[in-house]
């Protein structure tokens, strides 16, 4: 089944392997006359590029972005918007040695099992390199966002069992791990390096806060804004959990503190708090969204690792090379985009929800 | 937007408001020639039907399922399944004192928000009983999975500050708060009696368990089983997060540790450990998948609560009558429902994975 | 797979067999704050209700709709609207001489050779009976573009070698064969006598108009406006072709001659001419949209007719019983009903195509 | 709204412009292990590109296909196929006569009311280089088809008033216009030539033929096999009919002789007659597949045309250049594409259809 794209009324559709000639995607349902600036895409490629600390793989991707159609004289068209990143650093490696086994941690086994074939260069599919799509796309959805007054953030939250204590917004990419307290990420990074002395790999969580969003957009039943968020982080290769507003916290909580009051500020609605992060019943409430992700730790790691190969035989592995000893800081990006691209299909959806806005929609045409 | 359908090979279209003439759905996709166990299917209601404790509303519903289409001489026949439930208990009592006043915790406000009117008889699509439909319909997943081996369980595992300590299969059904254990279930009775004294409510979490799943199943890259999984979680009304296998706590760990050892056991390949919680990679690895919901607290409470009403102004609300104090344990058989609706779609989205096999089934034929 | 629903941002669900409990249809997508008139839901159920007419079967239904939820205080509120439709006249007579045989010209084998089972006792969903859901619909879609000024009507253009001359739209209502000009509509009634006399049966030409239709709207690639409309229309049952504007005839024309010169008229642009039926690229170009559907003739006649049964014996089959020896007429309702959930689902569809009125909607909001 | 893919199961979503940097399309859903023959689908690309005889645009374009992922060793691996073709011919000339003019016949106008915005250097999506995804994806489709004994072949069945007579499969690919009937196509070359003199373009009608197609696959109510076909078809740009089996034929005829009598031969179920054209109920029957599709004559003619412009001016334009004088011979490998691709969607949705079946494929695995 076809299963690469994600969204309805904006929908994207990746295309590409770890280890093939490119990597892409298609975006479809852009609405005409945006001024896209690309270098905001190239910036969103960069934020997810490696080899830009010793905590991200040493393996060294230009990934320049190039925009193949959907854009003319600097404004989109209204028709899709198709990108692509040629694979430069594509190792001709020997790989007999790691073609036939199955990494712990990682799609091997499933992918074989489910295709019966394996691209044995790479995590083909299931490689961190196949969000390169959701962010070029996230990157034009977040442009989209801004033009309807909706910003977001996302930052790393913990690394490991290291969590910020503080948030300070300037912060974020001023440190290599994303965090928004300069003193957090200190310790995160000692606590990284103790890693990869041990030969291991760290997890992490990611938070990620909307700004702006008008009230009332999501669908009340399935398509929940917080399922489609829910849906859209755990698309992401490395993500075990996604909890919104107060999350797993609600389970050992009242009702009478767990409900945020209403009340009335400068002539509109508002909530006195948020432990719902921004959306009840499935729509938003005005206020601001916020959700967090688990990230688990890289599963490429050097220690030997018990396993099997293709051969239904017992092996020992060991995986060197260029992997990142934690991948939270990198994927940020990538919840930012995959938030964003949820956001604008959600904002884009609720347009016929009621019948006075049509018609004013209409008349006014 | 339409946003009442949930799956694509096998899906569910649910309607109906909490105080109409009616609730029902739709199955579309259902296999022709499954013996339907119609009794299943009553039972399934039954298990989320209130008035069953003092520990669920005092609501008396019969929620008695009638099926409509698709079934003819016991077997289903490949065309939509369509079941009903007429609402028997409508009240025509006096709304006028809440018909304005947006409830917290409720989506009144954001429903009002997106359509410009409320039903104001009570939670209308947003009601939990909008998930008799998913009940009705993951009745006839279950037979589906029980077809092809799979086998699942859902269960209480905390209410507030109270969790299982011991699992025990036998006693979910034995306790009214379906939970495996005995001694918790004593003691999570007693923190909601004290709940019910202070007029307040208390959230839990769920857990989820499913058995002799193929390996295999799910889609690489945005159909991730676990992302479906977590979006068919998340649209249930008060779930606030989902997590899978080790879910946020791989946030903590180490690679070294979070990373499942392959190894052969009676010719098959196995995981030593169950840290990915039966997903690698967006599919099914063939290993036990295990997940859990945390569910907040009833947001209906007779405390008094600050709020305000749609002509914007503030108010206090206190909400009688017949509410659930807790919904975690009534809620076990809706999150059962939509793992099973989730999980057959995509076995059934899975079948053209590989052109042998497809050469295979039609040949055959 | 499930295929019972038709559209996307509108989206109709339809469910039931010909002699099941009931047939029905869940109406998702639509607006909230509809004044929905539920006597035009009647009157469409009723333009396609037997036993009109001898030219239609004598099988008396009263079809009498009810409708299950999404309408609160006589208003739509952005819920499903859930309809339904319940078997009054099932006969429990003896299947037994068809049950196993494969009548010409029907699903019958069809239908066997996809499922393995058939529900014997009449067509199941392959019955025209099944169009109950799409006409129901279809009077809430035609409300919605009256909403928005756009007015759409079908007819019979031919029975059988029978073609109108003229037109006339007060005529379609007061002939049984819904035909605009009175001339032909008798000479087609004594063309069916003659056909009933010969135990045979007749096909036609129904065609329909649109007028109001914005400009723009219709995707300008897979989802263009005609093709969704191809597709609505291929999906009746008895249809085998359709054309939009002059269709067929286009072939043997010239460019010259085909294409639609503009004009300005009254300061908006026009076409001279409507060639293009009113849709360039796939999308309206605010002229009228013209359209026909060819029907085959009614299947179902009393002649002997060579077949083979389950066994795959040759058998000998006279259909005997009440059967339409033309459908064409109660079909038209069913062709305006399908046309105008396309419609519908194509004018939201276009709502998120510029990024200015995006801007403009949610900054009214 | 996004409209840019088509198909379910199997998917397609073509990107680009006429005269942007590239055109391509994303094929997802084609299953692992196809040896796939990439000269094949340049083959493909070859039987669409222009410039290949006086009847088809002069206009010089390599169209060489670049596959840029999903294949590896020669076989697909069951990722999304991306394919790119580079406009080669992107000339720089001056547009500033016709950028601001709506030509009659093409989609510039419903473009410019829908986005606002028009890319006037040509058709943009709107244009026949559009079918370059669609027609690299059909390459593919029918490889799958192949292997599961389905042969398909496309043809001119008309130019303007010229039919063929005759039958000779191995004169389609002998003939520029790609006629079975090398006398036919003699006397449409001839007709063609005098429409060159005339400065007109001609239209014609292309046929289509599935052989091996296993009964019962496509769904029995909104999507038929020929519904699904019709759209597909209708999205053609210059297709304004589409008609199955006897088509319009049908209004005229009597169920007598339309219906096509069952008969056993040699142990398996056929008809005597195919006016169906292989679908019953939108299903098909085992029987060949028949259709038709209506291609209008070119919109670009060297006449003048009186038209208006964006300012609401009348204008008279001459459209000089390079256009085919009529479509219809570079048409037919776009039909035999967009059917291998409805076709091969129809056959893996099938697949969850029977119960016994889905067991059967998971026990085996």
Same mark, same amino acid.
């Given at each position: 089944?076809?299963?690469?794209?994600?969204?309805?009324?904006?929908?994207?559709?990746?295309?590409?392997?770890?280890?093939?000639?490119?990597?892409?995607?298609?975006?479809?349902?852009?609405?005409?006359?945006?001024?896209?600036?690309?270098?905001?895409?190239?910036?969103?490629?960069?934020?997810?590029?490696?080899?830009?600390?010793?905590?991200?793989?040493?393996?060294?991707?230009?990934?320049?972005?190039?925009?193949?159609?959907?854009?003319?004289?600097?404004?989109?068209? +209204?028709?899709?918007?198709?990108?692509?990143?040629?694979?430069?650093?594509?190792?001709?490696?020997?790989?007999?040695?790691?073609?036939?086994?199955?990494?712990?941690?990682?799609?091997?086994?499933?992918?074989?099992?489910?295709?019966?074939?394996?691209?044995?260069?790479?995590?083909?599919?299931?490689?961190?390199?196949?969000?390169?799509?959701?962010?070029?796309?996230?990157?034009?959805?977040?442009?989209?966002?801004?033009?309807?007054?909706?910003?977001?953030?996302?930052?790393?939250?913990?690394?490991? &069992?290291?969590?910020?204590?503080?948030?300070?917004?300037?912060?974020?990419?001023?440190? &290599?791990?994303?965090? &928004?307290?300069?003193?957090?990420?200190?310790?995160?990074?000692?606590?990284?390096?103790?890693?990869?002395?041990?030969?291991?790999?760290?997890?992490?969580?990611?938070?990620?806060?909307?700004?702006?969003? &008008?009230?009332?957009?999501?669908?009340?039943?399935?398509?929940?804004?917080?399922?489609?968020?829910?849906?859209?982080?755990?698309?992401?290769?490395?993500?075990?959990?996604?909890?919104?507003?107060?999350?797993?916290?609600?389970?050992?909580?009242?009702?009478?503190?767990?409900?945020?009051?209403?009340?009335?500020?400068?002539?509109?609605?508002?909530?006195?708090?948020?432990?719902?992060?921004?959306?009840?019943?499935?729509?938003?409430?005005?206020?601001?969204?916020?959700?967090?992700?688990?990230?688990?730790?890289?599963?490429?790691?050097?220690?030997?690792?018990?396993?099997?190969?293709?051969?239904?035989?017992?092996?020992?592995?060991?995986?060197? +090379?260029?992997?990142?000893?934690?991948?939270?800081?990198?994927?940020?990006?990538?919840?930012?985009?995959?938030?964003?691209?949820?956001?604008?299909?959600?904002?884009?959806?609720?347009?016929?929800?009621?019948?006075?806005?049509?018609?004013?929609?209409?008349?006014?045409?």
């Amino acid at each position: 089944m076809a299963g690469s794209s994600f969204g309805e009324a904006f929908r994207i559709s990746t295309w590409g392997e770890s280890h093939g000639a490119a990597l892409g995607v298609v975006v479809d349902g852009v609405p005409a006359g945006l001024r896209l600036d690309t270098n905001r895409i190239q910036e969103f490629m960069d934020r997810r590029k490696p080899g830009q600390s010793k905590f991200t793989t040493a393996r060294k991707e230009a990934d320049a972005i190039e925009i193949l159609s959907g854009v003319f004289e600097g404004k989109t068209t +209204g028709t899709p918007i198709s990108m692509m990143v040629r694979n430069a650093d594509q190792h001709s490696k020997d790989y007999s040695n790691i073609a036939e086994i199955f990494r712990p941690g990682h799609a091997d086994y499933t992918f074989y099992e489910k295709y019966g074939i394996r691209d044995y260069r790479g995590g083909g599919r299931s490689s961190g390199r196949e969000t390169i799509g959701r962010v070029a796309a996230g990157a034009i959805a977040i442009q989209i966002l801004e033009e309807l007054g909706v910003e977001m953030c996302a930052y790393t939250k913990a690394i490991g &069992p290291v969590a910020i204590a503080s948030f300070d917004a300037d912060e974020i990419r001023k440190n &290599p791990l994303a965090m &928004p307290d300069a003193e957090a990420a200190k310790k995160a990074q000692a606590y990284l390096e103790d890693c990869i002395g041990r030969q291991d790999s760290a997890g992490g969580v990611i938070e990620c806060r909307v700004k702006g969003m &008008p009230a009332g957009v999501g669908e009340p039943v399935f398509d929940k804004l917080d399922a489609s968020l829910a849906k859209a982080m755990l698309s992401i290769g490395a993500v075990k959990g996604f909890e919104i507003g107060d999350g797993f916290a609600v389970a050992a909580n009242n009702g009478s503190v767990n409900n945020d009051a209403f009340c009335m500020q400068d002539g509109t609605v508002k909530k006195e708090t948020n432990h719902a992060g921004g959306v009840l019943g499935g729509m938003s409430d005005g206020d601001e969204i916020i959700f967090r992700v688990a990230v688990k730790p890289t599963p490429s790691i050097s220690q030997p690792q018990k396993t099997v190969n293709v051969h239904g035989e017992e092996q020992t592995i060991e995986i060197h +090379g260029r992997h990142d000893p934690v991948i939270v800081p990198r994927a940020v990006v990538v919840v930012e985009s995959m938030a964003a691209i949820t956001l604008v299909d959600a904002l884009f959806s609720n347009m016929s929800a009621r019948m006075d806005r049509i018609v004013d929609f209409y008349q006014k045409k």
